[in-house]
Every structure is written in C-alpha cells, then in structure tokens.
C-alpha cells in the first residue's frame, strides 16, 4: 500500500521560506511521477510541480516558476518542495502525489495522495 506523508507546513511572513517533504513509502517508486498540488479556499486544486522519480525531470506552474523547486532523495524515499519568496496567495494546503504510469500534470491522473500540510503566508 502506497502512503504519502507530508510535513514541513506552517505560518510563515511574506518573502519567507518553507521546504515541504513528502515521504512515500510502499513500493518501488522508480516508474513514479511525483507532484505537489495546492487547494486554497474555495478553490480547485491545482497543480504545483512534478518530478519523475527516475531520471529527475521536473516541471514547476509559471505561477511558482522561479521561487519553488521541486526535488527528491533517492536514498530516503522522500521528495521535497522548496517555496521561497512566499507570497500570501501561496496560502493553500499542500498535497503531494504520486502515479506510476502517469507524467503530466492533471490531477486526476495522480493515484495516490498524502492528507496535506497546510502553508499560511501573512502579508
């Protein structure tokens, strides 16, 4: 049984920094695409950035583009997400995710989902 646990949310300033991490555990996840996927209030979720497990090709949204970076640990089954610059918009719960067969970015395509870790930048 995949499980994703995510960790490393909480409160942060404006222009501050937060690093997410996603343990997975349960499987060879060599195949894997990760993500990381966000949900504010009141709106859909959304897609953040992706990595495959084997190779490490990212893909990260043009909304983050340039503040987060997405990343992995081979050695401890663990993917990060690197959030700088952090701006109140960013203010969402933080999901990763996993596939083993799917590469882009739709959300329905993901199988597996941690519970999320909840970000909140004040202004």
């Known amino acids: 049984q995949v499980m994703l646990v995510e960790s490393g949310g909480g409160l942060v300033q404006a222009g501050g920094s937060l690093r997410l991490s996603c343990a997975a555990s349960g499987s060879t996840f060599s195949s894997y695409t990760m993500g990381w996927f966000r949900q504010a209030p009141g709106k859909e979720r959304e897609f953040v950035a992706r990595?495959?497990?084997?190779?490490?090709?990212?893909y990260v949204a043009d909304s983050v583009k340039g503040r987060f970076t997405i990343s992995r640990d081979n050695a401890k089954n663990t993917v990060y997400l690197q959030m700088n610059s952090l701006k109140p918009e960013d203010t969402a719960v933080y999901y990763c995710a996993a596939d083993p067969y799917y590469t882009g970015s739709y959300r329905a395509r993901y199988e597996y989902w941690g519970q999320g870790t909840q970000v909140t930048v004040s202004s």
């Open positions: 990595i495959r497990w084997s190779g490490g090709a990212t």
